[in-house]
């Protein structure tokens, strides 16, 4: 693709949106790679010759979707009002999550996920507890189950240290200057820290799509961090890839179609497998932004006394 | 230019026409020149082939020493470009087509790739590689191109077409020899280079030389062919 010029770049040559080009030289798009490559690697003369476009095509989105799952750390944020059944639906390219926040009076409140469950699939039984089917002899599901129900009713219970403990807002017995309670938390066990907090808790449903929170997040504002494929729901002008890792691409897309060619002697497969490793090792350190200014801002504080 | 099917002729005739007998008339000769064109026609893409085989084993130079270039540049010659719309996402290869080097979508010069029957079905069906109008793709089908994904824009198609059917064309006779002549309407010389004048004698020596029976002659021109042959690697 041409380079744009400075006014294509800062005002999209007059066109709707301005930002279209905004930071659009960082990236190398899909048709570019699959362009290159095909001029620079496949050939009579090289060690690719025969090959499909398709080939080319597939093995550069594999690259592509692969960089999107971790190296790349292009995360997507969405916000969106969490619905009165408490369910968030996950967006259109959702593949995993790496945080959800809550945002309340200005703040965004990191959220935890719930180590139980809070949500259940339920099959209909009758009083002998005997599941029920319809004429085709497929069960019959209620629309929610009773752990679904109490938990969008607020009736259900945590065992996080929010307002659904079951021990929120009970009282205790202060004698002789200690703090006495009838429950089993903080001075008799001490404090379990993996559910000592007090923020709503969320839970995964990945079959059915869907973020379940607890009850106290009907309304509320959540901000979901997230990571997709990278295949910007399937439109390929709109596929792109950090150029940082634009040599690492050719060069996986170069190892996976020799690895599944007849024929090609095992040196090769090695020496293009070891090219593929040491280009991506390469890339993930550029990508990290070690910058010594960042790095002595965290070593500020290495002497600080813990008081 | 110099017309190289008279030369030709003339060459085939002074060998072959021993005590008179060895005659071939015009319409036989221009037989024998379009078998002996097509031949050596088809031989150019076997023979680029296993040039490349030698460049990869390092057996074939740059510069002058260049072989493939040269191949390349008169099955180039051959190379035709044209326009066409298709109608219901399909449209027929010209005739004289021989193999098809590239077909793009005009303006934007995006090239379609060439698919087989037995993939286009499965390609449809992926998600990462379906064809689209980035990454398009044909089948062909007889002469007929199918596009995917269905599209009516304009194309163009790049292709190496067959060379035209040679034909010596005479006016009249003079002393029982017909007189050549280059400005009839359906005159055609050879297509291919002059350098292939040597080579195209050799091949219809052979054919004449069964057509009338005269063994020694088709052994001459395979002899003759076979050193040819062996000179050029």
């Known amino acids: 693709m041409a380079y744009l010029t400075q006014y294509q770049y800062y005002e999209n040559d007059g066109n709707n949106p301005e930002n279209a080009n905004w930071g659009s030289y960082q990236y190398v798009t899909l048709k570019d790679i699959v362009n290159n490559f095909e001029l620079m690697y496949v050939g009579n003369d090289k060690l690719i010759n025969n090959v499909e476009r398709y080939n080319i095509l597939f093995h550069a989105k594999r690259a592509i979707q692969e960089l999107n799952y971790d190296s790349l750390k292009e995360i997507k944020i969405l916000e969106l009002a969490v619905d009165d059944t408490l369910r968030f639906i996950l967006p259109s390219d959702y593949v995993n999550w790496v945080r959800i926040s809550m945002y309340k009076n200005g703040t965004l409140l990191p959220l935890t996920e719930n180590i139980q469950t809070n949500w259940s699939d339920a099959y209909l039984q009758d009083n002998n507890y005997k599941i029920l089917f319809d004429q085709d002899g497929n069960v019959l599901k209620p629309e929610f189950s009773t752990v679904d129900i109490d938990r969008i009713t607020g009736s259900n219970k945590t065992i996080y240290l929010n307002a659904e403990s079951p021990y929120d807002g009970q009282e205790g017995y202060f004698y002789n200057g200690i703090w006495y309670f009838e429950y089993p938390i903080g001075g008799r066990y001490g404090l379990n820290t993996e559910t000592a907090n007090q923020n709503p808790t969320f839970k995964i449903n990945k079959k059915s799509g869907v973020i379940n929170f607890s009850s106290d997040m009907a309304g509320e504002l959540i901000v979901l961090e997230y990571v997709s494929d990278g295949m910007e729901s399937g439109v390929n002008a709109d596929i792109s890839v950090n150029k940082l890792f634009e040599e690492f691409i050719y060069a996986y897309i170069k190892y996976v179609i020799l690895s599944s060619k007849f024929g090609i002697q095992e040196y090769i497969i090695n020496r293009t497998k070891k090219e593929k490793s040491a280009l991506l090792r390469n890339a993930k350190i550029r990508l990290s932004n070690i910058h010594p200014g960042r790095l002595l801002m965290n070593l500020r504080g290495q002497n600080k006394w813990i008081k | ?233």
């Open chain 2, 1 to 233: 230019m110099a017309s190289i099917i008279n030369t030709v002729r003339a060459t085939v005739l002074s060998i072959a026409n021993k005590n008179n007998y060895g005659y071939i008339t015009p319409s036989d000769f221009n037989l024998y020149a379009k078998q002996a064109q097509l031949d050596i026609f088809e031989d150019y893409f076997y023979q680029y082939n296993n040039w490349i085989v030698k460049q990869n084993a390092r057996v074939s130079g740059s510069g002058y020493a260049d072989i493939i270039k040269g191949l390349v540049e008169v099955v180039d010659s051959f190379s035709l470009t044209s326009s066409y719309t298709p109608i219901l996402n399909q449209f027929d290869l010209p005739n004289d087509y021989y193999l098809v080097n590239k077909i793009y979508f005009i303006p934007d010069n995006t090239e379609i790739e060439r698919v087989s029957q037995s993939k286009i079905l499965s390609l449809n069906a992926s998600q990462l590689t379906a064809p689209s109008e980035m990454f398009p793709a044909y089948t062909l089908e007889g002469n007929t191109v199918t596009l995917y994904p269905s599209s009516t824009k304009s194309v163009k198609i790049q292709y190496i077409r067959y060379p035209k059917d040679p034909n010596w064309t005479y006016v009249s006779l003079s002393q029982g020899e017909p007189v050549f002549d280059q400005s009839a309407a359906d005159y055609q010389d050879f297509e291919l280079p002059l350098s292939d004048q040597v080579n195209l004698v050799n091949k219809i020596l052979q054919y004449a030389g069964m057509s009338i029976r005269e063994i020694p002659l088709v052994q001459f021109g395979q002899a003759e062919e076979s050193i040819e042959n062996t000179q050029q690697g």
